[in-house]
């Protein structure tokens, strides 16, 4: 059983909670207004608000400990982004005293930092932005990282149902701890242990797959299908909140290729290391498509990787060979 009690497990558990309360109470009908980044990916007003609820709580709880978050407040800064700016104070500021326009952004600016030899954290705020946008499914992702592994992680899924369902629910949070387990609570319950499905056969594989078709090779993924006889339809759903539901029982298969046109793609520490650990405490596997393992240790990129395939563990080396069968992968 994890311990909840400890330090950084208490830290990582009530920041995420209250992170994903925050994103949920922007979600339900309050303004929302989005800010194009660099990847044309929307920016909402919940992405800058919860990296500076976790850039303060950081500051306050763990003083000088490294985040490495997803944004900046550069955009926020910007004079023709003043009413952006507005709206992530006032929300932030419903959590949180000594919210003022700069100090928000600095909390932001917290997660600006690169990853060096020592452990840091990771934040990707709101995971999923066009399901949080839509009202689909996305998650606030939050892990430790030491040593190029991650340790501790923490997912806030704040639509998920019981049971980490895909459908639409009262949401979740699952925590887990190298060598602890993975665990997970609907909000306000218990915890109870994860646990991956325990099927073999490839055939009745049921696989996880992104709602939006650019985040991975749509066409690659049915052919592997084809090949492993999978009947089962898609479960589509956006952000880590796949992993939370492979990590439950929910699937076996999850493939994140790597899109046509983007063969030299490579994701984001954020993006993978909460979801990971999830996974892998739950007796999962999670490994690039090539079988290596993720390595946290090269920046704000998984630089050593390419592409991601995680699988209930059993069915791994079935997978990986469709992979290496289907996929052109670069050397």
Request: net charge negative; with cysteine; hydrophobic share 40%.
């Amino acid at each position: 059983m994890i311990d909840t009690q400890q330090p950084e497990v208490t830290f990582a558990l009530e920041v995420v909670r209250e992170a994903s309360e925050l994103a949920r109470q922007i979600q339900a009908g309050m303004a929302v207004e989005g800010i194009a980044k660099g990847d044309l990916s929307p920016v909402t007003v919940a992405d800058f608000a919860v990296q500076a609820l976790v850039g303060r709580a950081i500051a306050e709880a763990l003083p000088g400990a490294v985040l490495v978050g997803e944004e900046k407040a550069d955009m926020l800064r910007q004079p023709e982004n003043a009413e952006t700016l507005r709206l992530v104070t006032d929300f932030t500021g419903r959590f949180t005293d000594g919210a003022e326009p700069e100090q928000v952004c600095d909390w932001i600016d917290r997660g600006g930092a690169d990853p060096g030899d020592a452990p840091f954290w990771t934040l990707d705020p709101i995971d999923g932005t066009k399901g949080y946008l839509r009202g689909g499914q996305y998650a606030v992702a939050l892990a430790r990282i030491e040593n190029g592994a991650v340790t501790l992680g923490a997912l806030g899924c704040p639509n998920l149902g019981a049971g980490c369902k895909e459908d639409m629910g009262a949401g979740i949070v699952a925590i887990a701890q190298r060598g602890a387990g993975a665990w997970c609570s609907v909000t306000g319950g218990d915890f109870e242990p994860m646990k991956v499905s325990a099927e073999t056969n490839p055939a009745n594989a049921r696989l996880l797959r992104s709602v939006e078709s650019g985040h991975t090779n749509v066409g690659e993924i049915d052919h592997i299908a084809e090949r492993l006889g999978v009947a089962a339809d898609p479960v589509c759903l956006d952000s880590q909140a796949k992993y939370a539901v492979l990590a439950s029982g929910g699937g076996e298969m999850l493939f994140r290729l790597l899109s046509p046109g983007k063969e030299s793609y490579k994701e984001c520490i954020w993006d993978q290391a909460a979801g990971a650990i999830v996974l892998e405490e739950a007796g999962g596997r999670i490994t690039d498509l090539k079988g290596n393992t993720l390595d946290f240790s090269h920046g704000r990129k998984l630089l050593q990787n390419t592409g991601v395939f995680a699988s209930n563990g059993l069915l791994h080396e079935t997978g990986l060979e469709a992979i290496g069968a289907i996929c052109n992968l670069p050397s």
